[in-house]
């Protein structure tokens, strides 16, 4: 069974573009909602695109900038300027 | 001519620069004489390099994004203040859950400070150093934002005044106050595991996920913030905890029994602080979106299996008793709340028989055992109630040695039979409530005979003297006020006088 990735963040108006760009990079990825906040499950690896969310909010978004709406994750993190990636097994 | 831009480093770069590229090795005095306890729990470090952080965080950014945290957090603390939030929460009861949280976990995040800043200075390896003086400053961002939105509840409902007084003395919080105690009286390696890992990585999320999604569920504007603002922090805090597991078991082969047995003491005692929580979730909170038991087959049985499948790569296996704590996930807060409501004399927050509604929601949330086993206790205690005869248990309880918690909990597969343990220690007999807990006394009897179990202490004329309202005054309790069932309560009048004012309001 492949392990699942996981990364919650707030659901309010800074995260939304976020949440967007995860759903629309990575295909198998479900979103929970919960009172506040969003669990985001991906069998494997999960990843947050900067170009992604960039594009979406009509600025540079540095992937750093999760820091201020992440809640939770699950898995191993590897962050660059580009992107940020959760799995298993790195 | 203007000189040509310079390229900005990347990440990494900024990274290496400014963790790595601020260390040295000392030339006047030994590293074993500056960094003094980092060997003599025996894990083995030959390369202290091979650390990394995986948010990379540097201070400079650091103090950019908490900068932007709390000026948000603020924003919202002070318009919840100016605009009278507390009129907005679900109901009154809801705010006991609170005064349980600002009693007995806030002084943690203390605690975590001012060990994370032990360590900040003690770690020889530069990369764990600067996230634990990162951690250290957090830790303490968490325990000042809490207070400071707690503080507003406290103009306006009992149990809040005292406690820190409260957390050093009474009964029930000498369960969080002696879990984190252990962990700061042992090395900084057995410390990273205990906080960084077993907490924070595996079961931290419980407590502050589907809580502070309660705290949102229930109009609580200001703890779901300060929850998620802290949770921020959390996320990173995370990582810590797996980089200091998988470094430890990358460096030595003969480091992975230690690890093991750390790993296995530190769920099950972070599994029995829970407990309280499990309780706040499935009793506390008036609106509730989860029950205990989903929320641990969430956050531990599928979140935990990912973690545990990913680290047997390193040999480590799975906490011992993971299977006895997943089927007490079952029972726990039930038998927390029962211990409450029979000891509410002697509590610094409101008890109360849930409601239909509520008694129904548990009976569809644990099919298993709620209607078989609880419901039925509860639905008697309400009856004498009724009648004026509110049941009270005025023994003091027998304490787990280790855990602190009274003995109240049953035997694994059979929920009508108290649990019992006990180990004999230089002629002296130790009691426990469980396996878990005996195991981790047989294993260091000399730490855990010392441990201040709070019904010892009254017996020996430690508290205040030989009566309960003794006892209340040396915690700084206020007799019908800050303890008893919420029915009666001072709080109740006051939330039915603010609902009836709102009604007439309405018309």
């Known amino acids: 069974m492949a392990g699942m990735v996981s990364i919650t963040l707030q659901n309010n108006d800074e995260a939304r573009p976020v949440i967007e760009s995860i759903l629309h990079d990575n295909p198998n990825a479900n979103a929970n909602y919960m009172p506040g906040a969003v669990k985001i499950d991906c069998p494997e690896r999960l990843v947050v695109k900067a170009e992604s969310v960039s594009e979406r909010i009509g600025r540079d978004w540095d992937p750093q900038e999760i820091h201020l709406t992440i809640v939770s994750m699950g898995g191993s993190l590897d962050e660059d300027d580009e992107e940020l990636v959760l799995s298993w097994g790195a | 001519m203007t000189p040509p831009r310079k390229k900005k480093m990347n990440l990494k770069q900024r990274y290496a620069l400014m963790t790595r590229g601020l260390d040295w090795e000392t030339s006047y005095q030994k590293m074993d004489d500056v960094f003094p306890y980092d060997t003599f729990e025996g894990i083995k470090i030959t390369d202290w390099s091979k650390w990394e952080d995986p948010f990379r965080l540097t201070m400079d950014a650091y103090w950019k994004y908490q900068g932007e945290k709390e000026r948000k957090l603020y924003a919202v603390l002070d318009s919840f203040a100016q605009n009278n939030g507390q009129l907005g929460i679900s109901d009154a009861r809801y705010v006991n859950a609170i005064k349980l949280f600002l009693t007995g976990v806030t002084p943690l995040e203390y605690q975590a400070h001012r060990h994370f800043s032990h360590l900040g200075r003690h770690i020889r390896g530069v990369g764990p150093r600067v996230a634990a003086q990162m951690q250290s400053l957090d830790e303490l961002r968490h325990a000042q934002t809490q207070i400071h939105t707690i503080s507003h509840y406290n103009k306006y409902f009992d149990g809040f005044a005292e406690f820190p007084h409260m957390h050093d003395r009474v009964w029930y919080l000498s369960v969080p106050k002696s879990f984190f105690d252990d962990a700061c009286s042992a090395g900084p390696f057995e410390f990273f595991t205990a906080i960084s890992f077993a907490f924070e990585y595996v079961l931290t999320n419980l407590l502050f996920v589907p809580f502070m999604s309660g705290a949102a569920y229930n109009g609580d504007l200001a703890t779901v913030t300060f929850g998620f603002s802290a949770q921020s922090d959390e996320a990173r805090h995370m990582t810590l905890g797996i980089e200091v597991i998988k470094f430890m078991l990358e460096q030595h082969p003969d480091n992975l029994p230690i690890v093991q047995k750390w790993v296995d003491k530190w769920f099950w005692r972070g599994h029995k602080v829970l407990g309280l929580v499990a309780m706040m979730m499935d009793y506390m909170l008036p609106k509730r979106i989860m029950s205990w038991k989903e929320a641990w087959e969430i956050y ?91 049941f009270y248990n005025n023994a003091l309880p027998q304490l787990c040695q280790t855990c602190q918690i009274p003995m109240g909990y049953t035997e694994p597969g059979d929920p009508t039979k108290i649990g019992f343990r006990s180990s004999v220690y230089k002629d002296e007999r130790y009691h426990f409530c469980s396996d878990g807990c005996k195991d981790i006394f047989d294993d260091e009897p000399e730490k855990f005979s010392q441990a201040w179990l709070p019904v010892h202490q009254i017996f020996q004329g430690n508290c205040g003297g030989a009566d309960l309202s003794d006892v209340l005054k040396w915690y700084h309790m206020d007799q019908g006020i800050d303890n008893m069932d919420y029915n009666g309560s001072p709080d109740q009048k006051q939330w039915d006088a603010w609902q009836a004012a709102r009604k007439k309001v309405a018309g």
């Open chain 2, 300 to 390: 531990f049985t599928e979140a935990g299996g990912a973690l545990f499948e990913d680290l047997s790569r390193y040999g480590l296996r799975v906490p011992k008793y993971a299977d006895i704590a997943t089927d007490e996930a079952e029972h726990i807060s039930h038998q927390n709340w029962a211990i409450f409501y029979q000891y509410t004399q002697a509590a610094g927050f409101h008890t109360w028989i849930p409601g239909d509604d509520e008694l129904d929601w548990l009976s569809e949330k644990y099919p298993n055992t709620f209607d078989k086993y609880y419901r039925p206790r509860f639905e008697m205690w309400r009856e004498m109630e009724a009648k004026g005869e509110r």
